[in-house]
T-cell receptor
Framework: DGGITQSPKYLFRKEGQNVTLSCEQN?????MYWYRQDPGQGLRLIYY???????QKGDIAEGYSVSREKKESFPLTVTSAQKNPTAFYLC??????????????FGDGTRLSIL | DAKTTQPNSMESNEEEPVHLPCNHS???????IHWYRQLPSQGPEYVIH???SNVNNRMASLAIAEDRKSSTLILHRATLRDAAVYYC??????????????FGSGTQLTVLP
C-alpha cells in the first residue's frame, strides 16, 4: 500500500546535538511538507518542497534544515540552534501545485524529546 | 487569511449520525474547505474537501452553505473509531508563498457506546 513512512517514532536528543528525522513516501507525490505540533496546538509549517532539489522555508524554519535529493525522501534535521525542539513532527505530501487545494497525506509522526 | 470557528467538543452515540459545524465567514471565492481528523499520537487523516457543492465520499459528507460562510461535516453512522479531533481548515499562505494547511484546535468528538 502507498503511504508515508516516518522514522523513528520516538527520538531523544542531547543538548547541542543535531538529529535527523526521516520521511519517505511511495505515493509519487511531487510536494512534501514538514510540520511541527506542540501539545494541544495545531500544526505549523517548517519547510516544504514542491519538486526535487528545491525547498522553501515555512513559518518556523529557524533551527531546522532539509534536503530533497530524491522525490521519495525529505529528511528534516533539527539543529542545535533550535532552542525548543521538543515536539511532535509530522511529514506530509500531496500532488503539488501550491498544495492548498490538494489533500495532504500524513505520516504517523516522530516525537522528539530533549534529554 | 480566512479563519474557521468550531465547537471545542461534541458527543455522539454510536451508530447515530453526527453533524460537525464550522463557520468561515471570511472565506474567499477560491478557498476550498478541508476536513481532517487526528487520533492521539497519530498524523492527521484527510476526510473530505469541497468548494461549493455538497461532497460525498466513503468516509463522510460535506454540506456547504449556499453563501459558503459555513459548512457541516456529516458522519452518517458514528463508530467508536470515529472518536478523534476534527479540523475544519481553509488553506493559508505561508511566509514562503505556498498554500499550507493551518490546523486550529478543532472539535474533539467523543462517541458513546
Amino acid at each position: 500500500d502507498g503511504g508515508i513512512t516516518q522514522s523513528p517514532k520516538y527520538l531523544f536528543r542531547k543538548e547541542g546535538q543535531n538529529v535527523t528525522l526521516s520521511c519517505e513516501q511511495n505515493l509519487n507525490h511531487d510536494a512534501m511538507y514538514w510540520y511541527r505540533q506542540d501539545p494541544g496546538q495545531g500544526l505549523r509549517l517548517i519547510y516544504y518542497s514542491q519538486i526535487v532539489n528545491d525547498f522553501q522555508k515555512g513559518d518556523i524554519a529557524e533551527g531546522y534544515s532539509v534536503s530533497r535529493e530524491k522525490k521519495e525522501s525529505f529528511p528534516l534535521t533539527v539543529t542545535s540552534a533550535q532552542k525548543n525542539p521538543t515536539a511532535f513532527y509530522l511529514c506530509a505530501s500531496n500532488t503539488g501545485g501550491y498544495g492548498g487545494n490538494q489533500p495532504q497525506h500524513f505520516g504517523d509522526g516522530t516525537r522528539l524529546s530533549i534529554l | 487569511d480566512a479563519k474557521t470557528t468550531q465547537p471545542n467538543s461534541m458527543e455522539s452515540n454510536e451508530e447515530e449520525p453526527v453533524h460537525l459545524p464550522c463557520n468561515h465567514s471570511t472565506i474567499s471565492g477560491t478557498d476550498y474547505i478541508h476536513w481532517y481528523r487526528q487520533l492521539p499520537s497519530q498524523g492527521p487523516e484527510y476526510v473530505i474537501h469541497g468548494l461549493t457543492s455538497n461532497v460525498n465520499n466513503r468516509m463522510a459528507s460535506l454540506a456547504i452553505a449556499e453563501d459558503r460562510k459555513s459548512s457541516t461535516l456529516i458522519l452518517h453512522r458514528a463508530t467508536l473509531r470515529d472518536a478523534a479531533v476534527y479540523y475544519c481548515i481553509l488553506p493559508t499562505i505561508s511566509s514562503g508563498s505556498a498554500r499550507q494547511l493551518t490546523f486550529g484546535s478543532g472539535t474533539q468528538l467523543t462517541v458513546l457506546p
